[in-house]
């Protein structure tokens, strides 16, 4: 039997990963932010959201011991956050500023590997925060890493659909050519690994693709350079490409989501399915097993993370949740638009009376003293709030910089048309101009993403052919019409 326990709505963009330690619950959105959570009631920690990426967050993982957590993004960092106080403990920027799709710990915490949309990879020495080495692999990205139990291998899936085995000097063991028909989304390998009397270490790896398809491999260390892989299962309950997979901490269930809106559940040594939940609204594009208990987090383009318990006993095949389940829900707070100006355009005035809506009248004199407008409202970080305004408590500032993302987000959340939003930025264009790539961008987030991104489309990953800029007036005038009638 599987209860929906609870659902977080905490993001105000698609859900991208999720992620458990021990005792915390880490998952990241397209809205930049990473949400932390008790992982014994799910309240959200004090000083969660996590406000420091440019662009949207791909990926988060734990260190081993849940002391640290790793996020990456779009813009070609990979954060490494202390999970006692929530502030950066170190910012790791991707060799060939590439955006960062993809990041994992070692299980010994050595290593943190990431891999860039341009195909490169890199191993960073965790202890001393440098790059210990990098490699890549040309016309593609990588999108998917697992390290294997024993630290000493790691593999990345890509979006041309191969699998590759790695040795800590990045030498190139096995490559799965093909593993996935039009691109590899996840991979993980399961936490146990058995060795047999000759010496050959087996592990065992889930992978899930664009193909639909959810495959168990057992990957085989004969010798430090001979690595085998062989195709266990190929398990196709989903019926459209398959996001995410997960293993449980003992590897004896396995849980994927897919773009059909369904979470499986998955006995795993024998592919056998176990359940099938329906609870989310739109793609499920992340999911993960506690590792202290049979408990799934699963996130979705929907913006919401459902918690599921897993009850023992389940053997029946393909079941659905209880329907009896008691759900609770965390509505999180919603913008309450007191003024019918954007942002940007508010007044001092209206600063100070949006505070004293959110609750946040302990800051209002800070505020007042700076003669904060909404333009420089908006352009705010928890950094500015110490050192500017002086707000000294950490849960304050956390707390100040939430309702600023959600003052961001509101437009999404308030129906804003989604083609009067900058791609990159997610935010109503000002300026609005049409790249090579034939999509609108704000001016002034491209001219940035080209002159350090290499000049690839921010849409499409490909090679922008010009850096001309066209200016949209037509979007323009339609952006400047709709805002006069909100």
């Not at 630290?151 to 990345?156: E, P, W």
């Not at 609204?281 to 318990?309: E, H, L, Q």
């Not at 309450?336 to 004199?365: I, K, N, P, T, Y």
């Not at 037509?474 to 952006?479: R, Y």
């Amino acid at each position: 039997m599987v209860s929906l326990m609870c659902t977080l709505h905490t993001h105000r963009d698609d859900v991208n990963c999720c992620v458990f330690s021990g005792s915390l619950l880490a998952t990241c959105s397209a809205d930049k932010t990473i949400c932390v959570f008790c992982a014994g009631d799910f309240s959200e920690m004090p000083f969660s959201p996590l406000s420091g990426h440019g662009y949207g967050v791909h990926c988060c993982c734990f260190s081993p011991c849940g002391r640290y957590l790793a996020s990456c993004s779009t813009d070609a960092t990979t954060l490494l956050w202390d999970m006692e106080t929530g502030e950066i403990e170190a910012v790791l920027e991707h060799p060939g500023r590439s955006p960062v799709r993809v990041c994992a710990f070692s299980p010994d915490s050595s290593y943190l590997m990431s891999g860039g949309s341009d195909g490169s990879t890199a191993l960073w020495d965790f202890t001393s925060r440098t790059l210990h080495k990098s490699g890549s692999v040309s016309d593609t990205s990588i999108v998917a890493c697992s390290f294997t139990p024993c630290s000493q291998l790691f593999i990345t899936g890509s979006s041309y659909g191969d699998l590759r085995l790695w040795d800590l000097d990045m030498n190139h063991l096995h490559a799965e050519k093909n593993a996935h028909d039009l691109g590899v989304s996840c991979c993980q390998f399961a936490p146990q690994m058995k060795k047999d009397a000759d010496g050959c270490v087996q592990f065992r790896l889930a992978s899930c693709g664009q193909d639909s398809l959810l495959k168990i491999w057992i990957v085989s260390r004969v010798s430090s350079a001979d690595v085998k892989m062989q195709l266990a299962h190929t398990l196709t309950a989903q019926s459209a490409p398959v996001l995410s997979c997960a293993y449980s901490a003992d590897g004896q269930m396995l849980v994927s989501g897919s773009v059909d809106k369904t979470v499986t559940v998955y006995q795993a040594n024998e592919g056998i399915l176990l359940y099938t939940l329906n609870q989310h609204d739109r793609y499920v594009t992340a999911c993960a097993f506690s590792p202290t208990g049979p408990i799934i987090a699963t996130g979705s383009m929907d913006k919401s993370v459902n918690i599921w318990r897993v009850e023992d006993g389940a053997s029946a095949h393909g079941k659905s949740p209880d329907e009896s389940a008691s759900v609770s829900s965390n509505e999180g707070s919603r913008f309450r638009a007191h003024s019918r100006l954007m942002v940007s355009q508010w007044s001092e005035e209206d600063v100070l009376s949006w505070l004293r809506e959110e609750g946040l009248e302990a800051v209002m004199d800070a505020f007042r003293s700076n003669n904060m407008d909404g333009e420089e409202l908006l352009s705010l970080t928890k950094e500015t709030l110490s050192s500017d305004l002086h707000i000294e408590s950490l849960g304050v500032r956390s707390k100040v910089m939430k309702k600023i993302e959600e003052l961001k987000m509101s437009s999404v959340c308030n129906g804003t048309p989604d083609e009067y939003l900058c791609p990159i930025t997610r935010e109503i264009m000002r300026d609005p101009v049409i790249a090579a790539d034939g999509y609108s961008y704000e001016r002034e987030a491209i001219e940035s993403w080209i002159n350090t991104k290499n000049r690839t489309s921010p849409m499409t990953n490909l090679p922008l052919q010009t850096t001309l800029l066209t200016p949209n007036r037509t979007l323009k005038m339609a952006i400047c019409r709709w805002t006069t009638n909100q």
